[in-house]
């Protein structure tokens, strides 16, 4: 008897037919927002590192900036010192707040959550994202605090709902690579005790390589050089312009903010997968 003809295979219908692999990439933002209301979670339920957190700004404002504006040992020109610092203890808020981010990725190793994430479908560039501007969120809670505190120590802040809204922009960019620089650390040593040595290690550096607490052209000529390809200097530049009307090269400030995310973003996602080995 001849044999019977093979049964045609079952109908797919359209809505249960696999996505063609650009699908996963044009669903990459709603995968970026789905991670970042995540960690803000995580942030409504420890309320209380908003404030320690902030004690660290606020001594830099009122004890080294008040002192320093009084002996007028810093040139800054026609800028009063305080109105010099206040942009960039706004960054610097911002740099601590991030450069430690890499600790959690490294938890959630240890808890068996990153591994489950990195086996979906979900681009690894959507985790970094969605938690490095988290990081950018947890800094704009600080920025807050010292725009207020700068307010009442007499700081000459724009009132310019646009200018601020830019500098908010401009901090969330920042803290964003940092954090990604974190996770990338974190990639790398794969322990949290490593990871915060390395963090206390850079940290200073970064802040006293940067124009946060003097002008670039006080430096000498090798902290210069330093000051130039650190992505902090460019942030302060821009907070400063955005804050204080203070000179400032906003289009090249926002260009190598934007740069230092996107390849903060790459180096960190080609790492992330070690952790999870």
């Not at 959550?113 to 600080?142: D, E, M, N, Y």
Request: hydrophobic share 55%; net charge positive.
């Amino acid at each position: 008897m001849p044999s019977a003809a093979p049964a045609a295979p079952p109908a797919v219908s359209a809505e249960h037919r696999p996505a063609p692999g650009g699908g996963v990439w044009r669903r990459l933002p709603q995968r970026v927002v789905t991670f970042w209301i995540v960690e803000l979670q995580k942030l409504s339920h420890d309320r209380t590192e908003l404030l320690t957190r902030a004690v660290q700004p606020v001594l830099w404002l009122v004890i080294f900036g008040e002192t320093f504006s009084k002996i007028h040992a810093i040139p800054t020109g026609h800028v009063p010192y305080l109105d010099f610092l206040a942009p960039g203890i706004i960054a610097q808020s911002g740099l601590f707040v991030a450069i430690f981010y890499g600790i959690q990725i490294i938890w959630e190793r240890d808890a068996g959550v990153l591994t489950k994430l990195l086996v979906t479908p979900t681009p690894r560039s959507a985790l970094i994202l969605g938690k490095s501007f988290a990081a950018g969120i947890r800094a704009l809670a600080q920025v807050g605090v010292v725009l207020v505190l700068s307010a009442l120590l007499g700081v000459a802040l724009t009132a310019n709902p646009l200018r601020i809204l830019g500098a908010f922009v401009v901090v969330m960019l920042g803290s964003a690579f940092f954090a990604c620089l974190s996770m990338t650390v974190a990639g790398i040593v794969l322990k949290r005790d490593r990871l915060m040595g390395i963090g206390q290690m850079i940290t200073m550096p970064l802040f006293f390589a940067s124009n946060a607490l003097y002008p670039v052209k006080v430096m000498p000529g090798w902290l210069q050089a330093l000051s130039r390809v650190n992505p902090l200097s460019y942030e302060v530049d821009a907070l400063r312009g955005l804050l204080i009307y203070s000179p400032a090269h906003l289009g090249r400030d926002f260009a190598v903010l934007v740069l230092a995310v996107v390849l903060g973003v790459a180096a960190a996602s080609s790492l992330v997968a070690r952790l999870a080995r």
